[in-house]
């Protein structure tokens, strides 16, 4: 286990005041909030943030974790001394900081234990009243999918890891795997309702449903904006200029014959209606031209640059007057 | 390789096939009908019906209402922070979408 500096992690000093260290996370917080900072590590920051956090507001927390000392650098093998917060009593037995819940390292949990671990994963809230009928909490998860799959349906087993708290009120995680159809037509940012696939319900309420919230895999060819897809063909000199057919790959696996008119120039949008995500009103196929010079490196190559040239009166610079 | 019959769960797509009353919306983002209600006023989310208990709310609604818990519980920002937060998140998801049709050019 690695030690983790809380301090550092907040960019405060050791003897920083309790504002400071507010107003450190807060601004932290907001820097990284996964629904504002779309980089790839912006959850995992926020929620170390969110730990640091944690333990540094709160004064017991603090000084207990203080009282190790200040020689401990963050990332070192770290083992807690024995009895190490002998003395200390905390009014808590958890997670009380910011961030989402039952996330916390296990540097922190070897600390100060695990928290209590709210019902349902991440903010879950639960109705405790016994003797009425609940629905089950709905459940809601990320799953990634192939563009491909968006415009031909698909059949996929998904791994859901779930956090449960077993008889004796620890978190474990438990594996479900769900064989789930997805809809031909979904689009990134949609979500699949399953119903009574969430949390069982209390007394005679039933299941909640299960929400998987759609994103694509990246995609090296195809961009996406909503149902509409982007394609960038790249095309020699001479075929702009004259015109040509070429092959062009669709996101559905197929191949379009596209005709490139002569005097074409680059940039170009060519829209194929209707080949976008399909849905009741699909979307439509951009296939946008992108001109690709070769280099000029036999003699033979060279000769024929010239041989442009010389054939042209072209002047590309005219608008800058140079 | 033995022949398994499997069942594929059929799901419904929440964005073109669900209209949720406020119950629902409540019980799918985990939050409260007063909160759901506040952004309403706020003009966080827009129902159509005319009272809370004929409120429709769209299939877009669940991922806002989504974002909007998680904002105001994390960064604790009240309704009308929340509002603008939206709306600026709104606004770069536009010009997101505007990078993703302008390619390769913007990457430089």
Known sequence: MKFKDYYETLGVARGATEADIKSAYRKLARKYHPDVNKEKDAEERFKEVGEAYAVLKDTEKRAAYDQMGSNWKSGQDFTPPPNWNEGFEFSDGGFGGGGYEGDQSEFFESLFGRGKHRQGGRGGHSRQDQSMHFKGQDHHAKILIDLVDAYNGAKRTIALHMPTLDISGHVTTQERKLDVSIPKGIKAGQNLRLSGQGGPGMGEGGAGDLYLEIDFHPNPIYRVDGKDVYLDLPLAPWEVALGTTVKVPTPAGTTLELTIPANTIAGRKMRLKGKGIPSKEPGDLYVVTIIATPPADTDTQKEAYQAFEKAFEFNPRTHLKG | ?108
């Open chain 2, 1 to 108: 390789m033995t022949q398994t019959n499997i069942t594929w769960i059929e799901g419904a797509i929440v964005e073109n096939e669900i209209h949720m009353s406020i119950v629902e919306l409540s019980q799918a983002a985990s939050t409260s009908e007063e909160l759901i209600m506040a952004w309403v006023t706020e003009g966080v989310l827009s129902p159509t019906g005319s009272s809370p208990q004929d409120w429709r709310f769209g299939g877009d609604s669940l991922s806002r209402t989504k974002t909007a818990v998680r904002l105001s519980r994390d960064l604790e920002i009240n309704t009308p922070g929340l509002a603008l937060a939206l709306q600026l998140l709104d606004q770069i998801s536009d010009l997101r979408a505007q990078l993703v049709r302008i390619g390769n050019s913007s990457k430089g």
